[in-house]
């Protein structure tokens, strides 16, 4: 009999979490230098690079007993990346710099780097050499796939949910195993 917990591996090694990484690190970057101070701008971005990182984290951990409660928190990891690529890009149109289109060169150079690099470091060493328009475009980039990734994350969920059912009806079905033996 198997038991009825899924524990979570190691989020660490899951691109979506490496993702958030990048993006909560090079956040950090662009506000200490583009964003002028005093500005609300500030903590809000922090906080919404903050949050994606962390709800992610809190989503998968809390997954082991309640999937509602990851869906949920995935949701808001969501949400906060899309609040942060708001500020990027109200950032861009309102210093009245270039936003990217989809098939700029730029966009796709940037996106086809973002798929296969993900160590922060390395994202902000990069970036440091770069001005505040190129970093804040890359970050929409970045923003747009780790959106379609928590997406996907979702639905993967979703649909283990709909095979398996919750922790109660895993229970259970485990409570009945044990009686047979």
């Known amino acids: 009999m198997n038991g009825f917990l899924k524990i979570a591996g190691d989020y660490t090694d899951w691109n979506v979490y490496k993702k958030a990484v990048v993006i909560s690190d090079v956040t950090e ?28 984290v809190e989503g998968m951990g809390d997954k082991t007993i309640s999937s509602e409660m990851c869906i949920k928190l995935l949701g808001v990891a969501r949400a ?10 109200d950032f861009l149109r309102q210093k009245e710099l270039e936003i990217w ?26 970036c440091k050499e770069r001005s505040d328009e190129t970093v804040a475009n890359i970050m929409l980039t970045q923003l747009k796939q780790i959106d379609t990734m928590l997406a996907k994350v979702l639905q993967r969920i979703e649909k283990e949910f709909l095979e398996e059912g919750g922790i109660k009806e895993t229970m259970s079905r485990a409570r009945r195993e044990a009686r047979k033996l």
């Open 29 to 56: 970057l662009f506000i200490s230098r583009a964003i002028e101070k005093p500005s609300r701008t500030i903590d809000q971005m922090r906080q919404a690079a903050r949050s994606c990182k962390q709800n992610i």
């Open 80 to 89: 906060s990346a899309r609040e942060l690529r708001e500020d990027y890009g």
């Open 101 to 126: 289109e989809i098939n700029d060169p730029r966009t796709v150079a940037t996106r086809k780097y973002c798929i296969t690099h993900d160590d922060p470091k390395d994202f902000v060493t990069k």
